[in-house]
């Protein structure tokens, strides 16, 4: 990815960071070497993560020194099992963490209970259907495959053989009560009323969840 002045200073929040609910005021922000001790991952490898948006990165300018987010690399580094974590391993991650699974493999509605009371889905899911219709109108005119699971819930893929995330629509306690989208995993993705979003949060997901 060729970058111009522009873009920088630049800090960018990547996929894991994400869907734990991090953000950029959550460091520190580390050097390569300290990422390099945390997670094993060598600067080519931690700079083509960053690139495709899977990580965090935070550069003041173009011959400045990349950073990274420590929390962040912290659980990416429990991704590997006998040495650096790969590629694989962080999809796979990001695979179920978008469809709904915590870091034990349990729902995200069974591991973060308290979470669910707090906002948990509406009783009106003739509404929710409403507000997942139109998202799915909208993703299929960019050609990807919607699936109704329920009336709070779609599985959205690529294709037939392609891994998909899941979308749910329900009510947020702490905005008042408002229709908002979030990820399968419980991750609040953007307000209901504003699907257009939605569908590029889907679209970037679905490039770094990848193929089968």
Known sequence: ???????????????????????IADGPWIPVREAFGITGL?????MRWEE???????????????????????????LGTNGPPSLRALRRYLTSRL???????????LANADTQKTDAPGADGAESAAFLTTLANLL?????SPEVVSKQRIRVTKDAASRGVAIECRRRASDADRWWFSWGG???LCEADNPTEAVVQVKTALRTVGGP
Do not use: C, F
């Open 52 to 78: 495709e948006g899977l990580i965090s990165v935070s550069q003041d300018s173009e011959r400045s020194p990349r950073r990274y987010l420590k929390p962040e690399l912290e659980i990416v580094a429990k």
């Open 99 to 109: 469809d709904g699974e915590s870091d034990d493999g349990l729902p995200v509605g």
């Open 140 to 144: 299929r005119g960019q050609k990807l």
């Open 42 to 46: 060598r600067s080519g490898v931690l």
């Open 1 to 23: 990815m060729t970058l111009v002045v522009s873009d920088y200073p630049r800090k960018h929040v990547g996929k894991v960071a994400e869907i734990n609910g991090m953000t």
């Open 186 to 188: 419980g991750v609040w």
